[in-house]
């Protein structure tokens, strides 16, 4: 779901980070007291009408959908167990429009419009000490880092294959090491930029 | 001018930079010397990313101790690992964070990002998640992050350590035609000739200081072949 902004001009992409973002927080909140099969039916070929109105191709939008599949298949099992087929078909369809319509915010929206939105929701609370634009970096850096972070997982299993070492935990302790590293490096990279962070005080002289 | 005077450098009990005094005003100065021998301690001086145990770093005057922020905006600094310098999702997104430091309008911003993505070849990858770039690709979004906020003095810390022999080249030329000043830790040679001046450290002392055949010979002399 990270980073794959689909670009192109359509009345969907047009639309405010802020306003899509609410309208799939009103969404989300109203899915779960909607109980016809019917209304959440006529969701669903809703959700499907706007990805055609993004022009989002059908193989990005099918691979959207395919990625939750699993999981989605494993709820629907269990609630057609315990509650019967009707239930499962309630709980299916919220989670398609809920995994679909949050994919194509994701789809149709820049991560700065996103962040930008963001910090502009969180605004009022800053008098509460909250900094807007310090959580909107934060969020910024964790789409930035995710896939590095990933990457260096796959680099220590990938050396501790190579010395033998077959599916243990104990890639943990050096992912560990390396991630620490990083955010070491990470924050005088930040200060180098320009953000502005508490001085450290490391270089002191022995006694 | 950057001016380094009597800096000596502990971390704990490590004497990491002894008693070393400089007066940095060429513009292109090399630092070279063996593993360990306190080249990226050093550089981290120039702009204040580490402030001395001992002595004072200032920068056209500005102490970086006490002008910390300031320094900063003057003194650019690029990592061996772009990795950790870009900070931003995408390629565009992170050209435009450091300009918003620095209190650009958005239209002033948009532009110039604009303009150092052709700059810098990377115009088809505005809006590419950067954890996709190649290394070399990954480097020079490091470097015009860093140029596009328009410091005065630039400082590499091994800024080709991890590229292939043609960004290796790449870069180089980049940095030879650079309008500011430039100060280069390096272990590659090639990138330093023709320098000004290049200045060898071994041990945390400055062992040789002048023009870059010069100290490259007495750089390659302290290390006779095994
Ligand atoms: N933050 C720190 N805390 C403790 N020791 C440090 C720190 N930074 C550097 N050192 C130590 O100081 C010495 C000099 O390190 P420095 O990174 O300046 O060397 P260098 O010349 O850049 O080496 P290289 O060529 O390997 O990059 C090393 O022994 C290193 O372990
Ligand atoms: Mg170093």
């Known amino acids: 779901m990270l980073s794959l902004h689909h670009d192109a001009r359509t009345p969907v992409h047009a639309l405010p980070a802020g306003v899509k973002l ?34 989002i191709p059908w193989r990005t939008a099918g691979r959207q959908l395919l990625t939750v599949l699993p999981f989605a298949v494993s709820i629907l099992a269990l609630q057609w167990l315990f509650s019967g087929w009707e239930t499962a078909v309630l709980v299916g ?73 077959e599916r243990s935990t104990a890639f943990l302790a050096p992912l560990l090491v390396k991630t620490l590293r990083l955010a070491d490096g990470l924050g005088e990279a930040l200060d180098a930029r320009g953000v502005d962070g508490p001085r450290r005080t490391e270089g002191t002289r022995p006694l | 001018m950057i001016e380094i005077e009597g800096v000596s450098q502990w971390f704990g009990e490590r004497h990491v930079l002894r008693d070393v005094g400089l007066t940095l005003t060429e513009d292109r100065i090399g630092v070279i010397g063996s593993n360990g021998s306190g080249k990226s301690t050093f550089a981290r001086l120039l702009n204040g990313l580490l402030v ?38 995408t390629v565009a997104e992170d050209l435009a964070f450091g300009l918003k430091r620095h209190g650009l309008s958005k239209a ?26 190649s290394g070399g690709q990954k480097q020079l979004l490091a470097i015009a992050a860093v140029l596009v906020t328009g410091p005065r003095y630039v400082v590499f810390d091994e800024p080709t350590t991890l590229l292939d022999l043609r960004n290796r080249r790449r870069v180089g030329k980049l940095v030879r035609e650079l309008e500011q000043k430039v100060v280069v830790v390096s272990h590659d040679l090639e990138l330093l000739a023709g320098f000004e001046r290049v200045i060898v450290f071994d041990g945390g002392r400055v062992v040789a200081d002048g023009p870059a055949e010069e100290s490259v010979a007495a750089y390659v002399a302290m290390h006779p072949p095994l």
């Open chain 1, 93 to 165: 369809q919220r989670i398609v429009v809920l995994v679909m319509l949050a994919n194509l915010v994701t789809l149709t929206t820049r991560t700065t419009a996103m962040i930008a939105a963001i910090e502009t929701a969180l605004r009022p609370l800053k008098p509460l000490g909250i900094r807007p634009e310090r959580v909107g970096l934060v969020v910024a850096m964790t789409i930035r880092f995710i896939p590095v972070i990933k990457e260096q997982a796959d680099q220590v299993r990938a050396a501790q294959r190579a010395r033998g070492v």
């Open chain 1, 22 to 55: 609410l309208v799939l927080f009103a969404v989300g909140t109203t899915l779960f007291f909607v109980t016809s099969m019917t209304v959440l039916g006529a969701a669903v070929v809703g959700v499907g009408l706007c990805y055609a109105l993004a022009r």
């Open chain 2, 52 to 89: 001395p145990s001992k002595g004072r770093v200032a920068v056209d005057g500005l102490d970086t101790g006490r002008k910390g922020r300031e320094v900063r905006r003057r003194v650019g600094f690029v990592f061996q690992d772009p990795d950790i310098q870009i900070v931003m999702p």
């Open chain 2, 108 to 133: 002033e911003i948009a532009l110039r990002v604009t303009e150092v993505l052709a700059e810098y070849g990377l115009s088809e990858f505005r809006d590419h998640p950067a954890h996709l770039l």
